[in-house]
């Protein structure tokens, strides 16, 4: 059974950071690409950024190219999502997603309805 368990969401004002985290098991990790996605209060779901843990170049979304970054820890199956110089408009409910398998990073989005997802945590930056 597929789980993904976030962590690391909370409040901050504008320009600061916050990382995410995302613990994953029971799928196999070399094979696999994992993602974080966001969405605000009225707004669909968008892709932030995703990775594949046989390496290769992320996939980051317009929007936090250059203030976000994703990484991956293969041995404890976790993904982090690193943002700096937050924005209000970066405010919103954070979810982890995994698609396995996978061996490309830009798959995540593409293949959305096959995506296992975590539980979301919450992100709020003030201005």
């Known amino acids: 059974q597929v789980r993904l368990v976030e962590s690391g969401g909370g409040s901050v004002q504008a320009g600061g950071s916050l990382r995410l985290s995302c613990a994953a098991s029971?799928?196999?990790?070399?094979?696999?690409?994992m993602g974080w996605f966001r969405q605000a209060p009225g707004k669909d779901r968008e892709a932030v950024a995703a990775?594949?843990?046989?390496?290769?170049?992320?996939y980051y979304a317009d929007s936090v190219k250059g203030r976000f970054t994703i990484s991956q820890d293969n041995a404890k199956n976790t993904a982090y999502l690193q943002m700096n110089s937050l924005k209000p408009e970066d405010s919103a409910m954070y979810y982890c997603?995994?698609?396995?398998?996978?061996?490309?990073?830009?798959?995540?989005?593409?293949?959305?309805?096959?995506?296992?997802w975590g539980q979301g945590t919450q992100v709020t930056v003030s201005s």
């Open positions: 990775i594949y843990a046989g390496g290769g170049s992320p």
């Open positions: 029971g799928y196999t990790a070399s094979s696999s690409c």
């Open positions: 997603a995994a698609l396995a398998p996978c061996f490309r990073a830009e798959k995540v989005v593409e293949r959305y309805d096959h995506l296992y």
